[in-house]
């Protein structure tokens, strides 16, 4: 139990970070898009890439060198300078909260969420390489009880912070709050697009 409860708020202080995956599962919450796919896949991905580090901590710390981290770097800044793009049409077109569900399908959610999380360095680097080497000196029933702790808090992060923005979702239906989320998620992006092009300059 105690192996438990440290994967869990271990995982719990990783997770808790702004990152462009929490902005996304934020904004999908409070426009009611496919709110349970988008938690899901965060929380299952999490789920794989913790188990991936700590069985195969040394393997992957062995291929997941320099030039890897810099494709999927330059991946991730293209990604975002799209989403960017998409949000800046969004912020300059009508806003009809009417036909929110209707553009949007579930492959489109789908493959978002994918890109926000396996194309992010910053998810391996907290599953992967952080939880990984920080269990690779305990026992193997250890290693299990501290994944699934750490699992269990991603599972619950994500459908909370998912959900809760589903529930004030209400107050947001007004085209003024969404032009100024839609600012501060254009804002967000570009800082964070500028900082990953300093880390690899």
Not at 26 to 36: M, N, W, Y
Not at 98 to 109: F, H, P, Y
Request: charged share 10%; hydrophobic share 55%; proline share 0%.
């Amino acid at each position: 139990m105690e192996y438990a409860l440290l994967g869990f708020f271990t995982g719990l202080s990783l997770i808790l970070a702004i990152g462009a995956q929490n902005i996304f599962v934020i904004e999908q919450g409070l426009k009611k898009q496919h709110v349970f796919l988008v938690c899901l896949i965060c929380s299952i991905s999490d789920l794989i890439l913790i188990f991936l580090g700590i069985f195969l901590f040394h393997y992957f710390n062995q291929i997941f060198n320099k030039t890897v981290e810099l494709i999927l770097n330059i991946l991730l800044i293209l990604f975002l300078l799209h989403f960017i793009y998409t949000k800046l049409k969004a912020h300059y077109s009508e806003i009809n909260f009417s036909n929110d569900l209707i553009n949007i399908s579930k492959t489109n959610i789908f493959i978002k969420t994918l890109g926000f999380t396996y194309l992010n360095p910053h998810v391996y680097s907290d599953t992967v390489f952080f939880l990984g080497n920080f269990s690779k000196n305990y026992l193997l029933n250890q290693k299990v009880a501290f994944g699934i702790g750490a699992a269990i808090a991603s599972f619950l992060f994500f459908f909370a912070l998912g959900y809760l923005s589903n529930y004030l979702s209400k107050y947001a239906k007004n085209k003024t709050v969404w032009r100024v989320i839609n600012i501060f998620i254009i804002t967000f992006m570009s800082i964070l697009v500028l900082y990953i092009v300093k880390e690899i300059l």
